[in-house]
């Protein structure tokens, strides 16, 4: 794929699952088993709609929406998430036309990771795909008070790289990424169309 940035980008921010990281199919399964786990039994559809939300926040909406508040706590179904996802990190790969204008445009402009994924996570993704060494920041649920669609992780990618939000392309898989990326000044590019999208 030829992708060129535009004219007056300075800057990008990546988000990590979906985006840089073929990791969605892997996510989905481990909270659909978490959820049958609990008897409760969860759409692709509704999974797909908290793209980019931390995991805490999809526990208390799973919950909320199979009516299940008295009989399980979401801390629960986020614990035996993040065990599924972990016994199956080691399969993710990179979505590799996302990945190229990583290491194309590598030491030319500032890069960042922007993501909805905890630090730890979100640092063995990236190494098992084999970019931890290309960004010189990282921010993570654990950095910031509010999660996309709030542009608070973007902003602070930027303040970080010390690059103006009005000159930084920001690449997403997620509309809450997407609105986040507007929201903050910043162009967006939608990669879903860039790979096969399987989940």
């Known amino acids: 794929m030829d992708f060129k940035i535009p004219e007056g980008i300075n800057g990008m921010i990546f988000d990590l699952d979906g985006t840089l990281a073929d990791s969605m199919p892997i ?15 969860m759409s692709s559809k509704f999974l797909r709609s908290f793209t980019g939300t931390p995991g805490d926040r999809i526990a208390k909406a799973i919950v909320r929406e199979c009516k299940m508040e ?5 801390v629960h179904i986020a614990r035996r998430k993040i065990q599924n996802y972990i016994n199956r990190q080691h399969l993710v790969k990179e979505v590799k036309p996302v ?14 990771v922007g993501t909805g994924a905890h630090r730890v996570t979100a640092l063995r993704t990236l190494e098992i795909i084999g970019l931890s060494d290309y960004f010189e920041h990282i921010v993570t649920a ?11 992780t973007f902003l602070k990618c930027s303040e970080l790289m010390k690059v103006d939000p009005a000159d930084i392309l920001v690449f ?24 096969e999208y399987s989940w």
């Open 172 to 195: 997403e898989d997620g509309d809450f990424g997407i609105e986040a990326a507007k929201t903050a000044g910043m162009k967006a590019v939608d990669v879903r169309g860039w790979y």
């Open 70 to 74: 008295d009989t399980v706590e979401p």
């Open 27 to 41: 996510h989905m399964k481990a909270w659909q088993d978490a959820c049958r786990s609990f008897g409760m039994d």
């Open 142 to 152: 654990d950095d910031v008070s509010k999660y996309k669609p709030d542009p608070e």
């Open 99 to 112: 990945a190229d204008i990583v290491r194309e445009y590598y030491k030319m402009l500032p890069m960042a």
